[in-house]
């Protein structure tokens, strides 16, 4: 076989592979819309969810997730760019280097109903608080943090060294350098893959199902002070999210309409997380633009 | 600094052009740096070899020799730049001001400010041309607008720029062409008011006028500024500099009055170097 024909080859396999993996995506998406859309109103996504009656919406579920969401970021980002500074300025390349870039990595790979099960060992008993949003956000944060180490980690690297010396070259410390020089330049990519994180953690079902629980109090969206029982935004209560509420509806429903419920609920989240990929690339796009080519 | 001396040393200063046998009278400036035995390694590798050059005050020096020679690594250890590379370590000293600023305890930071450097390829921070110099000086606690919009203009003027740029402060240093963000860059530096320029191939990377511009420029500063630079362009150093170092594999083979260097150098490798047949 002479090489031509070999080449030839190559890009066929290529060209199919690319094409079955888009036809995948292309199949599973149109079938999750296809089935899910129809089910999406404003009704749907405004009315309680009812565990035995048709008709139930996913609206506290949906505030849950964002909530949920929301506060694993708060505690995600700052922890994640610092680790990130931390590796890509301060760790010294040698054995302790290895050691906690090999932990990171391993974190990054643990089966999420594992952090889950973690979770409901120390956020939950250990604690004595119960199923919280807090624990789950905590839960969702290990979950979340290598990959967040890793973006900004890697975010900090691109930035030209000619950057980083023209500033310590101008007499400046190496701290206000990254404040100054580094953070900024980094910033969209720190953005697009906090971003690109959200949707994960906006998925995750696992990690969360012992530690936010599955179920709701009774919410009054009036009541804004964060420490009244039936404040949405009181961090010590439970919280079942969209994606544990497509689990939970799916296993232990025993409402008529648990087809309908599950497949506008996976929409919503399909959605949802379509609307943090698009996000993330434009917003890390025109965050870019503005600091580079504009004033 | 034992100023006594140094004033001895600058009354008998002759101008480099009037006299046609440099061999004969040695010309003495004011020494602002002094290196002794300095050499350098990376790992095991001895980049500097036992360097010993006196850097004159309010002169250019000039560093040649081919790639690889030792030249860049000698001026980014002169603000200590290279303690940003961490198999970096150094033997000798480099005495300034009275002080071995390789010495442990010295603040690189200060230093730094002190002992300006510009680089091969512009590196102008991905901000406005105003923000671009206020960057240090909002640092170092000027931040009132007056005084930042009076050191913007003076450094943008000492770096002949203001003129060309003066309507186009708030957009993108990105923007400029080359050569002005080079001198952006110079004038960036020169905003800190730092006594020793270290230019490292400084007007490599332009093109031709850019470059004229570039080598103008040098020769003003040399008023207010001791210069040292880096080039492979042996044109450059002739025209601009007032004594030039040969490098090569790391030593200094011949350090002298660039007139002398260029016309009858005392060693074998530095003429064939000048002829053009290494490097």
């Known amino acids: 076989m002479n090489s031509k024909v070999a080449d030839r080859i190559a890009t066929g396999v290529f060209i199919a592979i690319a094409f079955i993996i888009v036809?995948?995506?292309?199949?599973?998406?149109?079938?999750?819309?296809?089935?899910?859309?129809?089910?999406?109103?404003?009704?749907?996504?405004?009315?309680?969810?009812?565990?035995?009656?048709?008709?139930?919406?996913?609206?506290?579920?949906?505030?849950?997730?964002?909530?949920?969401?929301?506060?694993?970021?708060?505690?995600?980002?700052?922890?994640?760019?610092?680790?990130?500074?931390?590796?890509?300025?301060?760790?010294?390349?040698?054995?302790?280097?290895?050691?906690?870039?090999?932990?990171?990595?391993?974190?990054?790979?643990?089966?999420?109903?594992?952090?889950?099960?973690?979770?409901?060992?120390?956020?939950?008993?250990?604690?004595?608080?119960?199923?919280?949003?807090?624990?789950?956000?905590?839960?969702?944060?290990?979950?979340?943090?290598?990959?967040?180490?890793?973006?900004?980690?890697?975010?900090?690297?691109?930035v030209p060294a000619e950057m980083k010396e023209a500033s310590l070259a101008l007499g400046i410390t190496h701290w206000h350098t990254i404040k100054t020089v580094l953070i900024p330049s980094a910033f969209p990519g720190i953005l697009t893959g906090a971003i690109l994180a959200s949707g994960r953690v906006f998925g995750e079902a696992a990690a969360l199902l012992f530690t936010a629980g599955l179920s709701t109090p009774r919410l009054d969206y009036l009541d804004l002070n964060p420490f009244s029982e039936t404040s949405p935004l009181n961090i010590f209560r439970p919280a079942e999210t969209l994606a544990v509420h497509i689990w939970a509806v799916n296993t232990n429903g025993i409402m008529p309409d648990i087809r309908e419920i599950a497949n506008g609920s996976s929409a919503v989240l399909v959605l949802a997380v379509l609307i943090f990929n698009l996000l993330a690339r434009w917003l890390g796009s025109a965050v870019h633009k503005k600091m580079t080519a504009g004033k | 600094m034992n100023?006594?001396?140094?004033?001895?040393?600058?009354?008998?200063?002759?101008?480099?052009?009037?006299?046609?046998?440099?061999?004969?009278?040695?010309?003495?400036?004011?020494?602002?740096?002094?290196?002794e035995d300095l050499s350098i390694y990376y790992g095991d590798n001895q980049a500097v070899k036992h360097a010993n050059l006196d850097i004159e005050k309010n002169a250019i020096t000039a560093l040649i020799g081919p790639s690889g020679c030792g030249k860049s690594t000698f001026l980014r250890s002169?603000?200590?730049?290279?303690?940003?590379?961490?198999?970096?370590w150094n033997e000798g000293k480099i005495m300034y001001e009275g002080v071995d600023i390789l010495s442990k305890n010295i603040n690189t930071i200060a230093l730094r400010k002190e002992i300006g450097m510009v680089?091969?390829?512009?590196?102008?921070?991905?901000?406005?041309?105003?923000?671009?110099?206020?960057?240090?000086?909002?640092?170092?606690?000027?931040?009132?607008?007056?005084?930042?919009?009076?050191?913007?203009?003076?450094?943008?003027?000492?770096a002949a720029l203001w003129d060309e740029i003066k309507d186009r402060l708030h957009d993108s240093a990105l923007s400029l062409s080359g050569g002005q963000q080079q001198r952006l860059c110079i004038a960036r530096t020169l905003a800190m008011e730092p006594n020793v320029l270290l230019l490292d191939e400084p007007s490599s990377a332009l093109d031709p006028i850019s470059n004229a511009k570039i080598e103008e420029l040098i020769l003003q500063l040399k008023e207010d500024y001791s210069i040292v630079i880096v080039t492979h362009n042996m044109q450059q150093a002739s025209r601009i500099s007032d004594k030039t170092a040969f490098f090569l594999n790391g030593s200094v083979i011949e350090y002298g009055e660039t007139e002398k260097i260029f016309t009858n150098p005392d060693q074998e490798k530095t003429e064939d170097y000048i002829s053009g047949r290494f490097g």
Request: aromatic letters at 10%; glycine letters at 8%.
């Open chain 1, 23 to 158: 036809a995948i995506l292309a199949a599973l998406f149109s079938f999750i819309l296809f089935r899910g859309v129809p089910q999406i109103s404003w009704e749907f996504l405004t009315t309680p969810s009812s565990s035995v009656r048709a008709g139930g919406g996913i609206r506290d579920q949906l505030f849950n997730s964002i909530y949920i969401l929301f506060i694993t970021m708060l505690i995600t980002v700052p922890l994640g760019v610092c680790g990130g500074i931390y590796m890509a300025e301060y760790a010294k390349p040698g054995k302790v280097t290895n050691f906690i870039r090999s932990c990171i990595e391993m974190l990054a790979s643990l089966p999420s109903i594992v952090v889950g099960m973690f979770g409901l060992l120390v956020f939950v008993n250990t604690t004595g608080w119960g199923y919280t949003i807090i624990g789950g956000a905590l839960a969702l944060t290990i979950f979340n943090i290598p990959v967040m180490v890793r973006v900004s980690e890697d975010a900090i690297r691109s």
């Open chain 2, 3 to 35: 100023k006594g001396v140094f004033d001895m040393a600058a009354t008998i200063t002759i101008e480099p052009k009037l006299h046609k046998h440099p061999t004969a009278m040695e010309i003495k400036r004011e020494t602002i740096l002094q290196t």
């Open chain 2, 78 to 88: 002169i603000n200590r730049m290279n303690d940003l590379i961490p198999v970096s």
């Open chain 2, 119 to 158: 680089f091969q390829k512009p590196n102008p921070f991905p901000k406005s041309v105003y923000n671009n110099i206020a960057h240090a000086l909002r640092f170092y606690g000027i931040r009132k607008k007056k005084q930042l919009d009076e050191i913007v203009e003076e450094s943008l003027r000492k």
